[in-house]
């Protein structure tokens, strides 16, 4: 069945409760700068019981009938613009399936400003997306038989798909009314759209395989481990973006992942307590739980999937993605983030650039080389390489003005050598192994000595404000220079740890 409730009819209801909820919708129009039409007498009552419904719930899935094909009216791609032509889809809770049925209209929930439009109304024109105008096109009532028609008395052009066909991406048309079954549908309560593109939109495009599969929510809340790890991490279980699986996630928070019972001892990849050179820490398998990622992570705090169908991977532009950050002394000017899909901590690259690794960017953006620092003040840090710096670190205060002079939001490294776990690659750090994909905050300059930020945002898919701890604080393997003693530091958080 549709995971959607089905929309209970006001006629059942009574004139006295339905004047009440028409009052009630008109009070919720109006704080939309709306106001509700009155009924065309021509047309059934029961448009005016949808808009005053669909401004009770405002947000609406359209799918044939009662719901039990599991298809939804659906814009390709979820991009608003004139001419995007709509289909049938499997129902996803997606974006590109919610709608607002109101005032006699059927708008676009991410974006109100445009309407469903049936062109010249003819049979089987394909109905697009336009921008509200009022035209007759874009004019539906809602019948008590289920039918969703072009208003105006006529009664004459229906919404349609085609007869006996079930399938995803078939085209939505309109039709001459006939009241046949591929006329009838059906209105279910959604929730709002999530106004926060997150990267990946798939939450199981990267599964590794080993850890549990959640295809419905309900399948997520009748796993007594699973469900509380989600409510600690992004306050609730998630009613959308399913199926969801844990197996594609890079990142598990220790206390989280301990205290629901879904992972209790992770594998230390690098156990010695002060790796030294090349080559230190194991390369694992696939959805392997771990620890000691990189000399930057909060030891304490942070847990890792090993995730090899993410290496490589970047971000598109303007998008959310989940990240992990602890405070360093490299940060300054700019925050670095590595990519840790799963932490339910967010942030968006905006206008983005996306290259290999550090000197990639100097000779793109200032026409440079790479400059690292004097390694011979540290002799046991000093860097080997084959292809020469790489690190890159007295050329990043000339890198970050210019960029963001040139509109960038973000940088992102793809393939960064100086972690512990991973595969082995070239570096002229001490260590040299594979990171997450490298994700630099470019508009954040107070990294240097803030874990929290107003950049960030938590919740499940970034729906919620970042409700970070500032005092939650653990010890890296970063080491101070002067006195060779662990450092600790504060690290990045919506509240869980």
């Known amino acids: 069945m549709m995971p959607f409730h089905y ?21 919720f129009l109006a704080q ?34 009662d719901g039990s094909f599991n298809l939804c009216v659906d814009l390709p791609g979820g991009d608003a613009f004139n001419g995007n032509r709509l289909w049938l889809w499997e129902c996803n809770g997606k974006n590109s399936q919610i709608w607002v049925f109101d005032n006699f209209q059927i708008r676009y929930g991410m974006d109100e400003n445009f309407c469903i439009d049936a062109s010249d109304q003819s049979n089987g024109v394909q109905l697009w997306l336009w921008e509200c105008n009022g035209n007759e096109q874009q004019t539906w009532a809602y019948g008590d038989d289920g039918m969703v028609y072009i208003s105006g008395g006529s009664f004459s052009t229906c919404l349609d798909h085609f007869e006996g066909n079930y399938d995803n991406g078939q085209a939505l048309h309109v039709w001459e009314c006939s009241g046949a079954d591929n006329q009838k549908w059906g209105l279910f309560d959604s929730d709002p759209p999530n106004f926060f593109p997150v990267w990946p939109q798939d939450n199981c495009q990267y599964d590794t395989g080993v850890w549990p599969w959640f ?89 890792f999937i090993y995730n090899s169908r993410l290496w490589g991977a970047s971000v598109p532009r303007n998008n959310w993605v989940e990240v992990a950050h602890t405070v360093f002394s490299g940060d300054t000017g700019a925050v670095w983030y590595y990519m840790a899909v799963g932490s339910g901590v967010w942030f968006n690259v905006g ?21 690292d620092q004097d390694w011979n003040t540290f002799a046991d840090w000093e860097p080997v390489s084959s ?5 890159c670190e007295k050329s990043f205060d000339d890198l970050w003005p210019v960029a963001i002079s040139r509109g960038f939001d973000s940088f992102q490294f793809t393939d960064h050598y100086d972690c512990t776990c991973g595969p082995q690659g070239d570096s002229s750090y001490k260590y040299d192994r594979r990171c997450p994909t490298e994700i630099v905050a470019l508009q954040d300059k107070g990294g240097a000595t803030e874990a929290c930020s107003s950049l960030l945002r938590g919740g499940w898919g970034a729906g919620t404000d970042c409700n970070c701890d500032p005092n939650f604080i653990s010890t890296t393997k970063d080491v101070d220079k002067s006195t060779g003693l662990t450092l600790s530091a504060g690290y990045s958080n919506c509240g869980a740890n």
């Not at 220790?254 to 194991?282: H, I, M, Y």
């Not at 206008?351 to 400059?371: K, Q």
């Open 7 to 27: 929309m209970c009819l006001l006629w059942v209801l009574g004139p006295v409760v339905a004047q009440d909820l028409f009052e009630k919708g008109n009070t």
């Open 32 to 65: 939309r700068g709306l106001t509700m039409q009155t009924v065309n007498p021509s047309e059934t009552n029961l448009t005016a019981q949808v808009s005053v419904k669909s401004a009770d719930t405002w947000y609406k899935n359209i799918g044939p009938g």
């Open 215 to 303: 295809q419905t929510q309900q399948d997520l809340e009748n796993d007594q481990w699973w469900s509380a790890y989600f409510t600690t991490v992004y306050g609730a279980i998630p009613t959308w973006g399913y199926p969801i699986c844990p197996g594609a996630f890079q990142f598990l928070w220790q206390s989280a992942a301990r205290d629901s019972g879904v992972a209790l001892q992770p594998t230390d990849c690098a156990p010695n307590a002060a790796p030294t050179w090349k080559g230190e820490g194991d390369e694992l398998s696939d959805g392997e739980y771990y620890i000691n990622n990189a000399f930057l992570d909060a030891q304490q705090a942070f847990g």
């Open 351 to 371: 206008n983005t650039a996306v290259y290999t690794d550090h000197a990639d960017a100097m000779r793109d953006i200032l026409g440079s080389g790479c400059v």
């Open 387 to 391: 292809i020469g710096p790489t690190e």
